[in-house]
């Protein structure tokens, strides 16, 4: 479903964040990206989401090149990013504002649902520890019914027994929904945990140095 071809990004300042790229991904795949800092990680992921356009190459979305923020196409950052005087409610139905407000309501109650948020619509940002504010982020993501979630690190600033338990919410909103998946982490244990493919990247410029199979069967829906 997606396909990267010969995909390269050369920044303005002459870094080669990314050389030519080859990745196909399955719908329905969870993939795991790691590798040291720098090595074209969170490039890749804003070239695929279309935040960023690429020197050279392509990025294909069911055959059709992403050219720009793509709707099917959803990124999650490191730290939440929410709108600190919005409530949580308010926060996740951002990208559905122009939905009628019974699909908002309906969609809003199933993804609070999804991540455990059920009876935090009303607070703010500033009254969520650090994993509630990662659920809320996700929660925002979800309600566009996005086919490709792409994740940046989204765990690796909470602690242990909190990052466990997001990745169990990850995989259960996988098997739910499932949406194909692109994480990037610094934690093997976390790729392991998660993927079905763990792709490993190298630096200068940054290109895949290995493709591992893990034994994880697709969802069937
Ligand atoms: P990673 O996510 O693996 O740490 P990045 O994609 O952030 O890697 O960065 C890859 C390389 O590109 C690094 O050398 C980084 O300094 C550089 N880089 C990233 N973003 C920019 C940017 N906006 N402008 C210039 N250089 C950048
Ligand atoms: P990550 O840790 O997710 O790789 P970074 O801390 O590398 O993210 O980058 C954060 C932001 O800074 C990104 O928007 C990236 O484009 C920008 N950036 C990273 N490296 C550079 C650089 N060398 N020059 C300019 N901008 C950069």
């Not at 793509?70 to 999650?76: A, E, G, R, S, W």
């Amino acid at each position: 479903m997606l396909s990267l071809r010969s995909l390269a990004k050369t920044y303005p300042n002459g870094v080669e964040a990314l050389g030519a790229l080859n990745l196909d991904i399955l719908a329905g795949e969870i993939v795991a990206v790691i590798g040291g800092s720098g090595c074209g990680k969170s490039t890749l992921l804003r070239l695929i989401s279309g935040l960023e356009s690429a020197t050279r190459g392509q990025v294909k979305i069911h055959g059709e090149q992403v050219m720009a923020p793509h709707p099917l196409i959803n990124l999650i950052f490191q730290e939440p990013r929410l709108l600190p005087w919005l409530t949580v409610e308010q926060n996740i139905c951002f990208g559905i504002r122009h939905l009628d407000r019974l699909e908002q309501g309906r969609r809003l109650r199933a993804v609070l649902q999804q991540v455990q948020l059920q009876s935090y619509e009303k607070r703010l940002p500033k009254e969520l520890s650090g994993g509630q504010a990662q659920r809320v982020a996700i929660a925002r993501a979800l309600i566009t019914q996005p086919e490709v979630l792409l994740l940046d690190e989204p765990f690796s600033a909470l602690d242990a027994m909190t990052r466990a338990s997001l990745q169990d919410h990850l995989l259960e909103i996988w098997r739910d929904a499932g949406p194909t998946i692109v994480i990037v982490t610094h934690d093997i244990e976390e790729a392991a945990a998660l993927a079905h493919r763990v792709v490993v990247m190298q630096p200068s410029p940054g290109r895949i140095l290995e493709e591992i199979d893990m034994d994880l069967p697709l969802p069937r829906h």
